[in-house]
């Protein structure tokens, strides 16, 4: 849990208003907690704390690998080098509310509780949408995200948009595709874990891509098709029973936030190696600075007021973590 850490403003401890600060803060851990053990941020981004106004992600390409030079050969140069590299910039988000001098006087229970546990699920429900409208965007092919006014970059480091059919290699090999027209099948489902397992790295080295999750949006659908595809160890099109090999293999998640960033009568549905994008830092998500809320006193109206602050940023790096499937703009793998 990235935690929240809480400031009481000058001269509260002595008012009406200090008796608030205890139960306020305990509505709003509370409600943080719950929001943090519901997000599905941590499973598809690699989540990272900063310490810079910015943060540089790189690789290196593969060495070429050891050559045969026969007796007392001389030894060969290899060589690597840093491939593409990505840089995130945080943003600052803010946010406040109020409780009025009548609402103390009064002790107004509702509007003690429920105002703070709107204010901090408004925090992490902010964090889960702008999750959704970079993955989104990227589903819909396009290299930036607009997200309450402000564009957010959802290129990985070669400059292409996440799911693209031309991404580049650094050093050698020709250009890659990670999204496909096929709508979700068991055929489908195969296909595009095997493209996934034939993703090169900037050497033209085969690298070790293993998707693991399936991420679907929360159409009943598409739902009931994952489910049918993976959900039992017979295959139940077969006359005869046969053994499903895809049963037990995959980690679903269907992510709700993501329906409002897709197009309408559109079936997306992503796969991706969780190993990998750690390992490789495909989606990176950073936070420079937890949550922090404080409270003080309006001179003006005498409400107390209370202020979040936050600052963290989320991108793309490394594409080959993922696939997606059901974009009509992609690679078709399997005929008709």
Do not use: C
């Amino acid at each position: 849990m990235a935690g929240i850490t809480f400031t009481e403003g000058s001269g509260l401890q002595d008012s009406i208003f200090g008796k608030s600060q205890a139960p306020i803060r305990m509505f709003l851990e509370k409600r943080g907690e719950a929001f943090e053990q519901k997000s599905v941020l941590p499973i598809l981004f690699e989540m990272e704390t900063s310490r810079h106004w910015a943060e540089k992600f790189t690789t290196m390409t593969a060495m070429d690998g050891f050559q045969p030079v026969g007796e007392n050969g001389a030894y060969p140069d290899d060589m690597m080098q840093e491939g593409f590299d990505k840089t995130l910039e945080h943003m600052t988000w803010k946010d406040r509310f109020s409780l009025s001098r009548e609402i103390m006087d009064d002790a107004i229970l509702m509007d003690l509780k429920k105002r703070p546990e709107a204010f901090i699920a408004g925090y992490y429900r902010t964090r889960e949408l702008f999750g959704a409208a970079l993955l989104g965007t990227a589903i819909e092919g396009n290299k930036a995200a607009t997200f309450r006014g402000q564009k957010f970059d959802t290129t990985s480091a070669d400059g292409k948009a996440l799911f693209a059919t031309d991404h580049l290699s650094k050093v050698k090999g020709g250009a890659q595709g990670n999204v496909f027209k096929d709508a979700f099948s068991v055929d489908a489902l195969s296909a595009v874990e095997g493209a996934m397992q034939d993703f090169r790295g900037d050497n033209g080295e085969v690298l070790d891509v293993a998707p693991d999750t399936i991420v679907i949006p929360n159409l009943w659908k598409l739902k009931r098709d994952v489910f049918a595809a993976i959900g039992a160890d017979k295959d139940p099109d077969s006359s005869n029973n046969g053994f499903n090999w895809q049963f037990g293999r995959w980690n679903v998640v269907v992510w709700p936030y993501l329906n409002q960033f897709i197009t309408d009568g559109t079936a997306p549905w992503i796969l991706m190696d969780s190993t990998y994008n750690k390992a490789y830092g495909g989606a990176v998500w950073l936070d420079r600075v937890n949550l922090e809320v404080r409270s003080r006193l309006d001179d003006g109206n005498d409400a107390n007021v209370w202020q979040g602050y936050a600052r963290f940023t989320a991108g793309f790096n490394d594409w080959r973590f993922a696939a997606v499937g059901g974009v009509s703009t992609g690679t078709q793998l399997i005929a008709g």
